[in-house]
C-alpha cells in the first residue's frame, strides 16, 4: 500500500492505481485548465470519481503535489531494487 500525505491531503493506494493516478495527474495542463476563484486566486480543480468532491490547487500547490508524486514513485522503485 502506498500513502501520499500532501497538506491536508491524504491518499492511500495499490501500487497499481497509484501508477494509474500519477499518469491521470500528470496528463493535466494547469494553464490549460485553471478557473477563477471568488479570492481572485486562481487554482486547478481536479475531480475525483465521487462527485461531491474535488481538489483545488493554485500553482504553487499544484507543482509541489505533483513533486510529491513523482518522489513517492522514484522511492517506490528504489523499494523494488532492495526486494
Request: aromatic share 20%; no cysteine.
Amino acid at each position: 500500500m502506498l500513502f501520499i500525505w500532501h497538506g491536508n491531503i491524504l491518499l492511500s493506494f495499490t501500487s497499481e492505481k497509484f501508477s494509474s493516478f500519477r499518469r491521470a495527474i500528470n496528463s493535466f495542463g494547469y494553464e490549460a485548465q485553471y478557473q477563477y476563484f471568488a479570492d481572485g486566486e486562481e487554482r486547478l480543480v481536479v475531480s475525483t470519481p465521487n462527485p461531491e468532491i474535488s481538489f483545488a490547487f493554485t500553482a504553487e500547490e499544484w507543482a509541489s503535489f505533483k513533486n510529491a508524486l513523482n518522489e513517492a514513485a522514484y522511492m517506490q522503485e528504489i523499494y523494488a531494487l532492495m526486494v
